[in-house]
């Protein structure tokens, strides 16, 4: 196996190896997050001193990562403790709650249709009033609402991606990251400590699976290195407008689900039935 | 943890005297993630459904074996394991190397229906993903096990150790001796690719 690597390497540029520290079994347990605090401390004491374990453990970082995006892909993203909560409780199919609430759906609008159609004109005329008297309290009420409230500062909102607003602390931190990943490909060797820590530290990030095993979030079109960018030379972020911030946090984000389960309105069932 | 331990040990115990339901109870729980794990060692989403299936059958034949020394994770995880080499090892007498075979980037499906992507993306997306299955696919079975054990079904050290019956030493040694190898694939593959 030894000898088929070394052929498989000749090509290849030499990398350093831990051999001289002798610590592979720390780095592995720092990696992994199972070092204990002390372990973990000792290690990092160690990685300030030691340039070849600090590259090492970018390297590994970067492999985790890569192993992550191929788990994520085949597997849809579903962590282990999201199977063992789903499977602790009862195996459902994946289209048993689907089907479920389709057929409530239906029959809450054939239930709907029913009433308008057995009820008498008046009736029909009574709730078709009261529901547009709803619809102009609610809109006047809203319109009053949005006049009195001052103007909030920009915060983080339900709202979708695109009208989302971030904060300039956010956005820096997203940067933050961007920038570390570039920095780690272009120039590993570069890194201090700190940033190795930080970035073993996220490795295990939301958008791919997380020590909490929290449900990753999708990236939307996240700037992810190609193949052929693995370790070579990439340009990194310079100076940037917060125009130019703002896109590229939106870009970073997970992607929300843009499209809402449209419910019937009132008026749409009137107007269905009186055709 | 410890509850959920319990519970299954305790279901095992009546699936070995006589309760048809109690097993089904184990296949419920454990199913998905003897899938996630078999993919992980295969890499083709059809291999790991009939590995998972042989991995139950294999538990049900073998539950009156089944002393409760260990749990019944690191058990199972252990058949799985077998039934995943014993399958590659067959596969490689008759000349198959579905790992390696051009389509398979197709058969890697996701579980779950993917995200919508642009073309761009999703090609370089599935591009990169290949690499990465073909680099882990190409270790030997002993690290393959580990790294997916790892990765795959997120185990800890000692979880694993239990499950392939090594020390704890050896799992932390095969794991960096495995990062180590994909490092070097991965940066391969990456050189060829460049040099196009």
Request: charged share 25%.
């Amino acid at each position: 196996m030894n000898e088929k690597l070394s052929r498989e390497q000749q090509p290849a540029e030499a990398s350093s190896s831990t051999g001289q520290c002798a610590r592979a079994a720390e780095l592995v347990s720092y990696l992994y997050h199972e070092a204990s605090p002390a372990e973990a401390q000792e290690f990092e004491a160690h990685m300030e001193r030691c340039a070849s374990c600090r590259l090492e453990t970018i390297e590994f970082v970067q492999v985790r990562r890569s192993i992550g995006d191929w788990r994520t892909e085949a597997l849809g993203g579903v962590t282990s403790s999201a199977l063992d909560a789903a499977a602790a409780h009862s195996f459902v199919p994946i289209n048993g709650p689907i089907k479920e609430s389709a057929a409530r759906q239906r029959s809450a609008l054939a239930a709907i249709r029913e009433f308008f159609m057995l009820s008498p004109g008046w009736m029909r005329a009574a709730t078709a009033f009261a529901g547009l008297a709803f619809c102009v309290l609610a809109l006047v009420a809203f319109t009053h609402l949005s006049e009195s409230t001052p103007h909030m500062p920009a915060v983080a909102s339900e709202k979708s991606p695109a009208e989302k607003i971030y904060s300039k602390q956010e956005v820096d931190q997203m940067l933050a990251r961007v920038k570390l990943d570039n920095e780690a490909s272009r120039q590993p060797q570069a890194l201090d400590q700190k940033q190795v820590k930080t970035m073993v530290a996220t490795v295990d990030a939301p958008t791919q699976h997380g020590p909490a095993r929290q449900p990753p979030r999708r990236i939307a079109a996240a700037p992810s290195p190609s193949l052929a960018n693995y370790s070579p030379v990439r340009h990194g972020s310079s100076n940037m407008s917060p125009r130019e911030r703002q896109q590229l946090a939106e870009v970073l984000l997970p992607q929300e689900s843009r499209d809402e389960e449209k419910l019937p309105r009132l008026s749409d069932l009137l107007d269905n039935d009186s055709n | 943890m410890e509850t959920a331990a319990s519970s299954d040990e305790q279901i095992v115990a009546r699936a070995q005297a006589g309760d048809a339901e109690a097993f089904g109870e184990i296949v419920r729980r454990w199913e998905r993630r003897i899938f996630a794990l078999s993919f992980g060692m295969l890499g083709r989403e059809e291999d790991a459904r009939d590995a998972t299936q042989e991995t139950f059958l294999a538990a049900f034949r073998n539950l009156r074996g089944f002393r409760g020394e260990a749990k019944v994770s690191s058990w199972l995880h252990r058949i799985a394991v077998n039934q995943c080499i014993t399958r590659q090892r067959r596969a490689k007498v008759r000349g198959e190397t579905a790992l390696d075979e051009e389509g398979e980037a197709a058969s890697s499906a996701s579980f779950f229906t993917p995200a919508e992507k642009s073309p761009a993306s999703a090609a370089e997306s599935r591009e990169r993903t290949e690499a990465v299955r073909r680099a882990v696919n190409a270790l030997p079975p002993e690290l393959r096990q580990v790294i997916v054990m790892k990765e795959f079904e997120e185990l800890t050290f000692q979880e694993i150790a239990s499950a392939l019956e090594i020390p704890l030493s050896t799992v932390k040694s095969r794991l960096y001796t495995a990062l180590k190898q994909l490092h070097l694939r991965l940066n391969n593959m990456a050189s060829e690719v460049a040099g196009r």
